[in-house]
């Protein structure tokens, strides 16, 4: 299994970016897709998710201005991020978990996309 985060980059204030996380290996439509990140010092955060019927849940500080989506007929997700502020640097992951009974369960990590955004 493999997801590979690509997208990231150095941005100014205020831009967007568009992350995308291609997997391979898997049938993304079984899974609930995520994007984490990690600042310098931090613990890492789920940042947003969407699961199978594509529903969405984002962290309060990226309502409005994230958005994730899903295509899984090129088992891909994307995280599309506008008015990115410097509080948004940090190392992007993308995330793919299957829960199928509290013993079986299929979490998968991508190799991280840096996002860096500048004053």
């Known amino acids: 299994v493999q997801l590979q985060a690509s997208g990231g980059g150095l941005v100014q204030a205020g831009g967007s970016l568009r992350l995308s996380c291609a997997a391979s290996g898997i049938i993304l439509s079984n899974y609930v897709m995520a994007w984490y990140r990690q600042a310098p010092g931090k613990e890492r955060e789920a940042v947003a998710t969407?699961?199978?019927?594509?529903?969405?849940n984002y962290t309060d500080s990226v309502k409005g201005r994230f958005t994730i989506s899903r295509d899984n007929a090129k088992s891909t997700v994307f995280l599309q991020m506008n008015s990115l502020k410097p509080e948004d640097t940090a190392v992007y992951y993308c995330?793919?978990?299957?829960?199928?009974?509290?013993?079986?369960?299929?979490?998968?990590w991508g190799q991280g996309t840096l996002v860096t955004v500048s004053s």
């Open positions: 995330n793919a978990l299957r829960v199928l009974t509290a013993r079986t369960i299929f979490d998968f």
């Open positions: 969407i699961t199978s019927n594509s529903n969405t």
